[in-house]
């Protein structure tokens, strides 16, 4: 009988710092999944080789808490704060952490990483620790049936697809191709369709039928008139190309994505193998309110990002979607938070929001340990107006 015990190491009002998963399916194989909260790396001085250098360093006592190590993490978020609006700032930003990020992996974990990796430019106001230059978020994985590579897991009977986020940039006819013009609704599509789905179906995977979760970043600085007009159109391709097989998600605005001439990078993740995917049936901002994987007795569940303007609220709307999908709730089978604060031109008003937002959340999980976190100031999250949002997921035995 499938059983699934939730560890959350060193629990603080707002997250748990990793956070474990054990998890025995109906076969009697044993898997560990972990996640440390977002790192920052402040603790050195403030240019990016240093923080990057803390920032591993901080990382690493996570997995170390855990018994893993760098070669099984298979998921890297990285979050960059906007340096300037400027494209070319941006841009050296973007090379100077590149230049380190390889290279130091490689010095800690003995050889490249095994993960996939997503990486955008968040906001001008960055996150919670204003003197960081960006934030990581890893997960790993650990286990006798186990094998990573490139973002897939393979667990022997089931696959987990998590590949990288992409974007426009593609090479044809020897030239790096960067851009598709102003036409984002064949931006999106392009994206979906030769980046994703023709991959996929060279692998037996259908990727319209087969995806879980979709996250999906708008970049909007170069144009931050059209932010919300260019979401819509985003989501409406999304909606049109899913249909009835929507997965549960999130789409909001970002400063920039890596690939500085797109608009648009979403990733998805896919399941295949001897796993079924369940779905709410009600749609919620052009996404499945939850998206749950079902597989020998365990099952997994993504809420879709929820807005507000009261982040127990919010919590509170999670905790009856995990219950709708049939677990116990937040609190009992929550694993990650992901929370987003909007923020506007104002520091002092964003950095105030930001407590508001951290007092009602913590209010919610008074007594409790919380599930792990990570949270990023960005310009908006799935509906104009909203203040925050939060996205969960939640792993329990049927």
Not at 308 to 330: C, F, M, P, V
Request: charged share 20%.
């Amino acid at each position: 009988m499938a059983q699934v015990n939730i560890v959350r190491h060193n629990p603080i009002a707002i997250f748990s710092n990793p956070t474990e998963v054990i998890i025995t399916d109906d076969n009697g194989h044993v898997v560990r999944l972990i996640e440390p909260s977002g790192n920052v790396g402040t603790q050195y001085a403030n240019d990016v080789g240093s923080e990057w250098f803390g920032t591993i360093e901080n990382l690493n006592k996570g997995l170390e808490i855990c018994g893993v190590h760098w070669s099984d993490v298979y998921k890297t978020d990285v979050l960059w704060t906007t340096p300037s609006a400027d494209r070319d700032e941006c841009d050296q930003r973007k090379n100077d952490f590149n230049a380190c990020y390889g290279a130091m992996i490689a010095a800690v974990a003995g050889g490249p990483m095994r993960s996939n990796r997503m990486a955008r430019f968040t906001h001008p106001e960055g996150f919670p620790d204003p003197a960081a230059l960006f934030e990581v978020q890893i997960k790993a994985c650990a286990g006798e049936t186990v094998s990573i590579s490139g973002g897939t897991i393979d667990y022997g009977t089931w696959v987990d697809h998590q590949p990288s986020g992409a974007s426009v940039m593609h090479q044809r006819d020897g030239e790096m191709i960067t851009t598709l013009g102003d036409d984002l609704a064949e931006e999106m599509r392009f994206v979906l369709e030769e980046q994703y789905a023709k991959p996929f179906a060279e692998q037996g995977v259908d990727f319209k039928k087969q995806t879980v979760f979709m996250e999906i970043l708008v970049a909007v600085d170069d144009d931050p008139d059209k932010t919300w007009q260019r979401i819509e159109t985003t989501r409406q391709v999304f909606a049109e190309y899913y249909g009835d097989d929507r997965p549960a998600g999130l789409i909001y605005p970002v400063s920039r994505i890596p690939n500085l001439d797109g608009i648009v990078e979403p990733q998805p993740r896919v399941v295949s193998g001897e796993v079924e995917i369940v779905r709410s049936g009600q749609i919620e901002d052009g996404f499945s309110t939850w998206a749950g994987l079902r597989h020998h007795g365990v099952r997994e569940v993504h809420v879709s990002a929820v807005g507000g303007s009261d982040a127990g609220q919010q919590l509170g709307t999670l905790d009856a979607r995990i219950k709708e999908a049939g677990g116990a709730g937040l609190k009992e089978d929550g694993v990650f938070n992901n929370a987003y604060i909007v923020a506007g031109a104002d520091s002092a008003q964003n950095r105030a929001g930001l407590v508001a937002f951290n007092e009602s959340f913590s209010a919610y999980y008074e007594g409790t340990a919380p599930a792990g976190r990570t949270a990023q100031f960005i310009g908006g999250i799935q509906q104009q107006g909203h203040q925050s949002g939060i996205s969960t997921r939640a792993i329990f035995a049927e």
